[in-house]
């Protein structure tokens, strides 16, 4: 079998989520290719040393650049902070390494633009990180709306509802510092819904938004792991400059009506992406905390007998869930990332297009974008204008 030698920048929450899914393609999936955790790459030396030995990585680099050059990289996996994806996308794609880089792609359409030129131009295969996409219970959705069980598509309602930043001690870490992650909740959770609504229903329109930071000074992080973090003893009070919430309203180009909302401020909620689909024969809901179930209205069903149904996403007909477990053995945010990996090393074996692709990532930029300015200005904003 073929060997595909992968390159990873980053190794803390998403690099071993990312790990992981490396570790388990070849042991659940008939992939094409065998793939190998060659050279996990980290700016702290001790920091990445020891990720390499816990998550089973051949070697380590603290230079990306030396570690994209190498030639026994075949795949450059891109998991560093958000402000780092374009000058690091750039240079693999001109080393002629396949990409797999985190959401979000770019800060902005314009970098974005920049991004897939580069890729387009090596002749690579690209791929952005919406993992949320191979969510078995998402994809049957997609199956469902695809085959004219909801019939006519009128609107998309979602949200992704964290709560892990409501204290105002919580310290500034790097994910609300505008200059690192390029903007808050709609960069860090509204990429996944805007994604999910593009995937599921087609391409946004037109967009009118509204943005609000609650808590506008924290103290600087001391140290940070997951969403987990400590601030300095006695530390001063830094500005922050993202949004801690964002709302939108939108139209797709088929005339189905949209809704978004992203905060990081709803308590109760850990973390949950939610959207419903109602169309003219049915609706469709779905939530990530519940991640092995959609539920579904038949329209079309007996006077007497409507009513939402819950389908146990876990039979082994259902996407991706025969490489797995028996029937209502339930899977987890995890297997969404191995299912990620999956179709990306089978694209790269078989010299298919990826999916999604930068071209997605560039889609979603210029959504958050145009919210972005319509908050600014108060008005609406077509995506296509830039």
Partial sequence: MRELNVGMIG?????????????????????????????????????????????????????????????????????????????????????????????????????????????????????????????????????MIESGRLGKIFHFRGSYLQDYIISPDYPKVWRLDKSVAGSGS??????????????????????????????????????????????????????????????????????????????????????????????SKGSIKFNLERICELQYYNAEAEEGFQGFTTISVTEGTHPYVYAWWPAGHVYGYEHTMVHEVFEFVQAIANDKPASPDFNDGLKCAQVMEAVDLSAQRGAWVEVDSL
């Avoid at 659940?28 to 990445?48: L, P, S, W």
């Avoid at 952005?128 to 219970?137: D, L, Q």
């Avoid at 509204?190 to 609650?214: P, S």
């Fill in 11 to 143: 190794y803390k929450f998403m690099g071993k989520a990312h790990s992981n899914a490396y570790a388990r393609v070849n042991m659940f999936f008939d992939a094409d290719m065998q793939v190998n955790r060659k050279v996990i790459c980290g700016r702290d030396e001790a920091g990445v040393k020891a990720a390499m030995d816990k998550f089973g990585w051949q070697d380590y680099e603290t230079d990306w650049r030396k570690m994209i050059a190498r030639p026994d990289v075949d795949v450059v996996d891109i998991n560093s902070p958000s402000y780092l994806h374009k000058e690091m996308a750039i240079a693999a794609a001109n080393e002629g390494k396949h990409i797999l880089c985190e959401k979000p792609l770019a800060f902005s359409t314009a970098d974005a633009r920049e991004i897939v030129e580069a890729a387009n131009k090596a002749g690579i295969k690209h791929q952005v990180g919406f993992n949320y996409r191979f969510a078995p219970a998402i994809v049957l959705a997609k199956q």
């Fill in 186 to 279: 709609l960069g860090d959770l509204g990429a996944h819904v805007i994604d999910c609504a593009r995937y599921l229903v087609g391409e946004i329109d037109r967009v009118v938004g509204m943005e609000k930071t609650f808590i506008t000074e924290r103290p600087i992080a001391a140290s940070m792991t997951g969403v987990s973090a400590t601030a300095q003893a006695n530390s001063p009070r830094e500005t922050v400059d993202v949004d801690d919430a964002t709302h939108f309203l939108g139209e797709f180009k088929n005339g189905a009506l949209l809704s978004i909302e992203a905060t990081r401020f709803a308590a109760g909620h850990r973390n949950d992406m939610s959207f419903e689909i109602n169309g």
